[in-house]
Each structure stands twice: as structure tokens, then as C-alpha cells.
């Protein structure tokens, strides 16, 4: 027998309390073990759509979306879809007033299909294909960000009505974020130096383009930011350089867009940036700089992703076996892995994991997640702590699933990309089905023709 049910309130203590903050605001744990997130028992959601599976409570969207409208009011808000996107989700977003943000021809097709005002968006990117450019043109799109001047150039001899521009600029800020999401630094592939003058450079060539209308500057310090300073730092030097660029060419924005990166809390460690601090200090550091410039005040536009949908989603996997070794941590392996979430690989991202749908019996031990692929850098959650009876059958919630999860999974292994499945109210809706082997081997044209030639309805036609 273990401590847990020599004492029944520990073992009720143990069931009932989830991590604060990092589950959606609906989510609810009893003293059985079972998790509710929007009024749906995980453990239903898990049989009914099968595993891995993504969870998603719609309702705690919208309240994020509301939360940044209402704390941040006279501040365009523009979800970056790239965090998760689905016409479901470019509808929630729409209902709530914010604009989107995209980054590829695909991004943009999908958010037209379900409706999204083309208006409201801006296209992003550090490359844009001139497929890219050709969708968002024809789409109509509000405003694309240059980000380089054979992009500048392209542009402007593809467009046929006047279109807005903003030219991405490098603030040269350090936000303390990892490597592989900090964008606001000199030393990467994004945007205009400010320091070496390429920025100014930048707007000079847009300013010649009159069927370029240049409404402003953008710039994005990265992801997973949890301090405010340095959004006070960018906001201020970008004020600067619109001083600078007010006296050089008379030129005034106006919208400054301090893109996103908002950080989020994975794991009780974990800080997430204080929007209510940053709607204190960001925009009186833009007006105090532009008093001191002698510039009107552009339009402030904030774009976060993560912050929108990361908190909003559960991820569900089953154990299929635990390995015990001596002298050796204690490998969980459960069905899905890094083709549903790469964050762990990419980044060394870090998740708190509960075991959900049956009562705790045992005490927590440090024990390694891992998923069902072929590398050992396969690895969800290092080191969290989950009841020493934790057996094959048993179902574990991930929670923060929401960002850089759906987005990012990959077909390796060919085990398909797990659903989508919004709750709310107790009520659960399919929001993208899981792929089938038919979606996986749909593209391999080459399969039931005997490993002959197929047409390719892409390739240029012969000649051309
Ligand atoms: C990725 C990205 C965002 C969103 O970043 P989050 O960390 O999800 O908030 C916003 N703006 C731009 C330009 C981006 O590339």
C-alpha cells in the first residue's frame, strides 16, 4: 500500500490541484483524477477521438483575445497565425476584432476561405516567393512587411493598385530569448539594420516607389519574452529612427508595429510577460519619445501568437510502455513524439505533464516522456514528475499545447498529425481530423501506377 492511500487526504490533494496558470481557465480537476478543460472530461475526448489528440478550449481564446483588447485599448492586436491556425480559429480571432498576421501564400488562402477580412492582414516573412506576393496581391491583402530590397523592387513592379507597406526593422535588442527565436539582434536573417543605416536606406527606396504607400515600421525581438524592458528599449529606438526619417525625407508613420513574443509559462518555473505592465510602460514610452522627436504618435499594433492560442490547448497521449532501468531514469513512451510537438528538439523546450482520467494511488517521481519515433532526441518532458504506478493504457495531458505544436508537426514516420478538437460550454466539437494514411500517401504519385511516370500538375508544361 502506498502513502497515498494510507492517507486519504494526500491522496486527494495529489488528484485535485492543477498547476496554476498554466491550464486553460475552464480546466478542472476532481479528486478521481479526470481533468475537465471546457466542461469535457479528457478521458472522453480521448476515447471518442483517439490519441495524440489536441485540445482545444475555444472559450479561453476568446478570452485572451479580450484580455488584450481591453488591457491594450487604441492598440491593434494581430494574432500571429503561424501559431496555430485553422479556419475555426481564423474565425474566432475575426469575431473578436483582432487582425491576423501570415506568412506564406498558404497562411493566406486558408484565412480568405474561411472568411477573414483581407484587409486585416499583414504578410510577413523574410522570404517571400513571388507566389506569395502574386496570392496576397490578388487577395488584397492590407499591408505586406518588407523585409529586403529585391523584396522592395519585386514588389513594386508586381503591384497594380497602391498598396500599404511596413518596412521590418532590426532593433538590435536582445530579449534573452533562445538562439532559434530571437529575431531582434543584428547578427540574423530578418529585417533592416537599424545601426548600419539600412533602414533609412530601406525607406528611402520604398519613398520612390509612389505605387508603394509606406505606412510605417515594424520589428519583432523574438519569442517567449517574459521582461518588458526590452519592448520599452525597441519601442524607443524605433521612435528615434522615425525622428530621424521625419527630418531626412518628411516622411511620418503612421502605425508602429513592436510585433509579438509575448512569453507564456510552460512549467511552474517559468515567467510570462505581465501584459498589464507592458500596457503601462510600452505606449508612454512611444509617447514620450515622440514628444521628444516632435512627431505625431503613429497607431501602436502588438502581435502576439503564443500568448493568444499556447495556454488555450491540452495535448493528450496514452502511455503505450514504461521502462524501468536500473541506474537509469525511468523512460514514459507514449504514441505521439516530436511529429506533433518538435518544441522539446528544436528549443529544449520544457512541459509540465499530468496523468488525467484515473486517481493518483502512488507518489510522484522524476520520469523522462518520450515519444514513438526513431531518435532518442524523441524526448516531450525531461524529468516531471508522474505517480510511480504510471502503467501502458494510462492517459497523460500536456498542457500550453496550444503554439508551435499543431503548427509544426511533420509527417515523419508517416503516423499522421493529430486532431484538433475545440470543447466549450461541455459541449466538443471536431475542428481538424487526424490524418489518414490516405492524406499521407495522396501526394506520392508515383503509388498503384507500378513505379511508373505520373504527370506532375505542377511541372511546367514542356518547352516552356
Ligand atoms: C512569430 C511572429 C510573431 C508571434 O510570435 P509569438 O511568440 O507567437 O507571439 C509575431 N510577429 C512576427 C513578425 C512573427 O514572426
Known sequence: MTLAELVPSLRTSLSARL?????PSSAHADCAGEVTVGGVPLSHLAARHGTPCYVLDTDDVQLRCQEYRQTLPGVEIAYASKAFLSAAMIRLVEEQGLSLDVCSAGELALAIAAGFPAGRIMLHGNVKTTEDLKTALSARVGRIVLDSCDEIDQLAAMVRHRQDVLIRVTPEVDAGTHRAVATGVADQKFGFGLSDGAAVDAVRRV???PELRLV?????????ISSVSPYEVAAERMVRLLGELSRQFGWHATQLNLGGGHGIRYTREDRALDLVNFANRVPEA???ACLEQRIPRPRLTVEPGRAIVGPAAVALYRVATVKRRPGARTFVAVDGGMSDNPRPA??????????????LRALPRPMTVVGRHCESGDVLA????????VRAGDLLAVPVAGAYQCSMASGYNLVGRPPV???SAGESRLLV?????????????TLGTGGGTHPDPQAAPAGA
Not at 498547476?19 to 491550464?23: A, N, Q, R, S
Not at 487526424?434 to 504519385?445: I, M, S, Y
Open 346 to 359: 528544436l528549443y529544449g523546450a520544457r512541459y509540465a505533464v499530468r496523468l488525467v482520467g484515473r486517481p
Open 19 to 23: 498547476e496554476p496558470g498554466l491550464w
Open 421 to 423: 478538437v475545440g470543447v
Open 382 to 389: 525531461t524529468d516531471v514528475p508522474l505517480p510511480e504506478d
Open 207 to 209: 519613398l520612390e516607389h
Open 216 to 224: 510605417g515600421l515594424h520589428c519583432h525581438l523574438g519569442s517567449q
Open 433 to 445: 481530423r487526424r490524418e489518414t494514411e490516405a492524406d499521407l500517401f495522396a501526394r506520392d504519385v
Open 286 to 288: 512611444v509617447r514620450a
